[in-house]
């Protein structure tokens, strides 16, 4: 049995231990207990209807994505946690279509694409918030967007982070195709071109911004949320099968709500969680987790501040020529599953 008490702290076998266990006792309220220190039993709701399933998640693997990690801590009695760890978006959504997964954690922008290929899930709660990160070299002469006029910039394209690039050129003045050079880097890659020289530039991913700041090498240029993407960045999207089931969709909402107001109680980070996982779990130096922990957050709720900003990626990405034609918000944005209050 895996006992919430004992998250924090936790060596790296217990930890994985107990999610492969993927069992709890409780799914605590959004408000209940100390944020670093779950209160057993607080806030639990019986499921009659779910005892003895199995409920399937998948997240990225050392990653700021990462509360359905914590969903074992908080799932009702009876109810069992399985979570895998995927290192692509892509593949959690065709593993959600085959009915391997119940539910996974990964970006909107990649499930707006994979919509529009046919796939059957959708959104019905969030994961998490900002993570993005626009870096230049720390010797640099940049002090803002409009700077890098002629400058090379490494993106990972579509993405979230891409988005926000292409958001922050235009606020600037500057066309991505005459003004700037973009060269596709994967999201590792980004720090090692920037110090090479490489690159002038990258929209990265944390902790690849964190590490590339704190090691010196380089220096965050502008606050990359100002567009009307604003802070998205991943959300908890649910199976063609498992939206056929209400009170598992709404047992999902819940295990992300619990988990999130455990590291991100309120919408600000608990640093003892939080250093938990990105240095006890994850490995990460001392220096990166200090340097991501105010760009980085656990969410849950889908609600009009994150459905805006949803649009608003999809009104990019179709204006970028991602998609041909903005998704169906309604069939991919489900608030539902919502809890009252």
């Known amino acids: 049995m895996y006992r919430p008490g004992n998250l924090v702290p936790l060596s ?3 930890f994985l231990s107990a999610l492969a266990a993927g069992t709890a006792a409780t799914w605590l309220s959004a408000c209940s207990g100390s944020p670093s220190t779950p209160t057993p039993g607080a806030g639990a709701e019986p499921l009659a209807a779910l005892e003895g399933r199995a409920v399937r998640v998948a997240t990225f693997p050392t990653n700021h994505v ?6 074992p801590m908080f799932a009702p009695p009876g109810v069992t946690v399985e979570v895998s760890t995927v290192s692509s978006g ?6 959600l279509e085959r009915g391997d997964l119940d ?3 990964f970006g909107v922008v990649n499930g707006f694409t994979q919509a529009a290929e046919g796939l059957g899930s959708a959104v019905i709660g969030m ?3 900002q993570g993005a990160g626009l870096v230049v070299r720390s010797d640099s002469p940049f002090t803002d967007v409009a700077d890098l006029r002629g400058a090379r910039i490494g993106i990972k394209d579509p993405s979230f982070q891409s988005l926000l690039m292409f958001g922050l ?3 600037a003045g500057l066309d991505p195709q005459a003004d700037v050079t973009i060269l596709p880097l994967e999201w590792n890659d ?4 920037l110090e090479a020289g490489d690159v002038d530039a990258f929209m990265g991913t944390e902790p690849n911004p964190s590490r590339s700041v704190a090691t010196g090498v380089g220096r965050r240029l502008v606050n990359p949320y100002t567009t009307p993407v604003g802070s998205l960045n991943s959300a908890l999207w649910a199976s063609r099968a498992a939206l056929q089931d209400p009170e598992l969709c709404r047992a999902a909402v819940g295990l992300q709500r619990g988990a999130a107001e455990f590291l991100s109680p309120g919408g600000t980070n608990d640093p003892a969680a939080w250093r938990d996982l990105a240095v006890g779990q994850f490995g990460l130096e001392e220096a990166v987790y200090r340097e991501l922990l105010s760009n980085v957050g656990a969410v849950w709720k889908l609600d009009a501040f994150w459905l805006d900003q949803a649009r608003a990626a999809g009104a990019a990405m179709t204006s970028l020529g991602r998609l041909n034609e903005e998704p169906d918000y309604d069939a991919l944005l489900i608030t539902a599953h919502q809890p009252d209050g």
Request: hydrophobic share 60%.
């Open 169 to 171: 050129l235009e606020e």
């Open 12 to 14: 790296r076998r217990n």
């Open 127 to 129: 994961a998490a918030r």
């Open 103 to 105: 539910f996974a954690t």
């Open 190 to 193: 980004m720090p090692v071109a």
């Open 66 to 71: 990462a509360a359905a990690l914590f969903w």
């Open 90 to 95: 892509t593949e959690m959504n065709l593993a």
